[in-house]
DNA sequence: CTGAAAGCGCTTACAG
DNA sequence: CTGAAAGCGCTTACAG
């Protein structure tokens, strides 16, 4: 800042009232003030380029309107979709919404926690939790976590907002048993977010628990990619494979391409998301739609209200298979 | 927030220290603390679950360790990993980022402006500003602006970070011109945005300034699709068309697709910024490489140490055309 | 090595 | 309708 900023000191000076008039003018108690006295201070509050600073306003009231997300990996779309919506909601109920990354690394997690909390964060949103000693310690302490997309830890009381993830795992289950698929593999997400599993054991579940390839992998292109390497050398079957999400899913296309495996004649892929992309890039996956847009208004639910005891049930979004191309 | 969050005065309580010490201990000045003293804080600060407030100490420091970086469009991957390398560098010198979205909108754009200076924002990054009024003045009242990717207009003194758009813009209009194309087309982004116009006025520069059928166009797949559905029923003749980014330009890809016109044979397509999907989803697209993951050091180094006045100077990056198939 | 005290920018119950 | 005053959680120059 080249000037430090105006006060609310300096606008009660020059406008020759007391700093309450000024602050019950900027939180909106307009109508409890005289009209003259409410010219003078609009007009010296816009002669200094005042705006009222949230950090006094939040040390006072002790509490801030900013929410943070946690978020694995801010680069994939759906993950990008849930945010927007998520901040959407959350500035129509006047509060902002700061965005971090955890990279789908537990320490980074932990850390952010920690600013979440210097911040007196007023409610941390976690997309995609990992399980840490942290986490818990902070869910015992507080009671503005959410959890989105991912379930909580069995012994963690928080809201969730998300889809079933099981039931969907079930859903392709029963979908790639019903087809008559064989060799069945299944890339799925990392084993500390709840959620990889669930998908993972739904789809054994709907399977009938037969033998299955299983393979962990990061929620990325590259690591579907490699995963697919693994499997896709041996030329004589055709796997039929369920990816944690649709980035796994592009990953493996994309090794399909490159070894010239046909998709769906000699192999068959299911994504988990149905991010925008698809829509775009990628109109042949098959995938499990998960509805990004649907996040904000129900997290928001969660968080309403000025003493921020929204109420604390879970919501379960729908999901629904969309049987495109590629299985 | 179940209980309230302790103090530096609960934990010198109960440490039997005073709360300067306690702060000496938070603020890193553990050496000149005897050790029998940081043991007790440590301890007492441990028991209680104590995190510092920044809030308390950005109002004492009067100045914050947030960032703020407004981007037109969160869920381009573009921007998503610009923001990505940003955040990182930021991080690595102890300040957080916040991101939000200005979705292209002059209006929003400004209510945020609003909302950094009430967070008294230790710097407010713009990717892709808008000229506005409310910006120009913030300018003029601030020196801790930072513009990426698009430059400030021409009468605002604020640091670039980014490529020389019109230069990269001349490269592709002389590529354009070398390689015998005819019947160009240009679908720029908005024209609100510096960027889009210098990208525009290069390539006109660089083809020699032959007419050239143009487009506004928001930088997303749905308008660039639109906009090709202006010239695509024209089968007659073979555009070649220069896309203000790489999304557009899949959108324009998409509309030739559905309209059963090839690429390159019938319509020649080069993009802009080489974001990540390109080597996934759409290894077909010609276009200009601007390096993401460069300025994140480059905007760091410009909010450096902590007084804040890093060097002002505005960093260029290189950019480099990607030919591949589609032109 | 340590503490008492002032003050950062706000809001609000209280009194008028 | 308005103001004086207390206090939110910190840090730091000053004194010891």
């Given at each position: 800042m080249t000037k430090k900023p105006a006060t609310i000191r300096d606008v009660a000076r020059l406008s020759g009232v007391s700093t309450a008039t000024v602050s019950r003018f900027f939180s909106g108690k307009e109508s409890v003030i005289a009209p003259e006295t409410v010219a003078?201070?609009?007009?010296?509050?816009?002669?200094?380029?005042?705006?009222p600073s949230e950090i006094g306003r939040s040390l006072r009231l002790a509490r801030s309107n900013v929410v943070m997300m946690l978020v694995p990996d801010a680069t994939n779309p759906f993950t990008a979709d849930v945010a927007a919506s998520v901040e959407q909601s959350l500035n129509g109920i006047g509060l902002s919404m700061v965005l971090a990354n955890a990279s789908e690394n537990a320490d980074q997690q932990d850390r952010l926690l920690?600013?979440?909390e210097g911040l007196r964060a007023r409610a941390v949103i976690l997309q995609g939790?990992?399980?840490?000693?942290?986490?818990?310690?902070?869910?015992?302490?507080?009671?503005?976590?959410?959890?989105v997309?991912?379930?909580?830890?069995?012994?963690?009381?928080?809201?969730?907002?998300?889809i079933d993830n099981f039931a969907a795992g079930v859903a392709v289950g029963r979908y790639f048993s019903r087809q008559g698929y064989k060799n069945y593999v299944a890339i799925h997400g990392p084993r500390?977010?709840?959620g990889s599993i669930e998908r993972l054991d739904g789809f054994l579940e709907g399977l009938g628990r037969p033998?299955?390839?299983?393979?962990?992998s990061s929620y990325k292109m590259e690591a579907g990619y490699h995963q697919a390497l693994n499997f896709l050398a041996d030329r004589s079957r055709r796997y039929s494979v369920f990816c944690g999400n649709d980035m796994i899913a592009y990953?493996?296309?994309?090794?399909?391409?490159e070894l010239n495996v046909r998709v769906p004649e000699d192999l068959v892929i299911f994504g988990f998301d149905d991010n925008r992309l698809n829509e775009w890039l990628a109109p042949w996956l098959t995938t499990v739609k998960v509805p990004a847009f649907d996040f904000g208004p129900a997290v928001a639910a969660l968080i309403d209200g000025p003493s921020g005891?929204?109420?604390q049930q879970s919501t379960i979004l729908p999901f629904e298979l969309k049987i495109r191309h590629s299985a």
């Open positions: 003078s201070v609009r007009t010296a509050a816009q002669a200094l380029g005042y705006t920690a600013d979440a939790a990992i399980d840490t000693p942290r986490l818990r310690e902070m869910a015992l302490r507080h009671n503005n976590l959410i959890f997309n991912r379930r909580p830890a069995k012994d963690i009381t928080a809201p969730y907002v998300g500390p977010f709840s033998s299955v390839l299983q393979f962990e990953g493996v296309y994309r090794a399909a391409a005891n929204g109420r």
